[in-house]
């Protein structure tokens, strides 16, 4: 079991920047894949960012592609989103969630924990 708890989240004006942070505890965080989700009001929950139990490769959504960097410290059992230029179609809840195994990174449905989320929203 692990548990994922994230901060960071507020209120933004568009082109700001905001960082997200995700606390993992419970067993070895080196071993997850982690991944970072988002939903919009009326909108399913879509893939975000996701990088290696290494941290030696990341994966982006196109969508946020050149604005936001995913990044993580085993030591610290936490990982991170960065997040620049941020536009009004960035509002969403964040979610931060591991897996155990490292393909499909970007499907929502083969990771195994969640943490709760936090709101970011983006003024215009």
């Known amino acids: 079991q692990v548990q994922l708890v994230e901060s960071g989240g507020g209120l933004v004006q568009a082109g700001g920047s905001l960082r997200l942070s995700c606390a993992a505890s419970?067993?070895?965080?080196?071993?997850?894949?982690m991944g970072w989700f988002r939903q919009a009001p009326g909108k399913e929950r879509e893939f975000v960012a996701a990088?290696?139990?290494?941290?030696?490769?990341?994966f982006y959504a196109d969508s946020v592609k050149d604005r936001f960097t995913i990044s993580r410290d085993n030591a610290k059992k936490t990982v991170y989103l960065q997040m620049n230029s941020l536009k009004p179609e960035d509002t969403a809840v964040y979610y931060c969630?591991?897996?155990?195994?490292?393909?499909?990174?970007?499907?929502?449905?083969?990771?195994?924990?969640w943490g709760q989320g936090t709101q970011v929203t983006v003024s215009s």
């Open positions: 990088i290696a139990r290494g941290g030696g490769s990341t």
């Open positions: 419970g067993r070895t965080f080196s071993r997850y894949t």
């Open positions: 969630a591991a897996k155990d195994s490292s393909v499909y990174y970007s499907n929502p449905k083969t990771y195994d924990y």
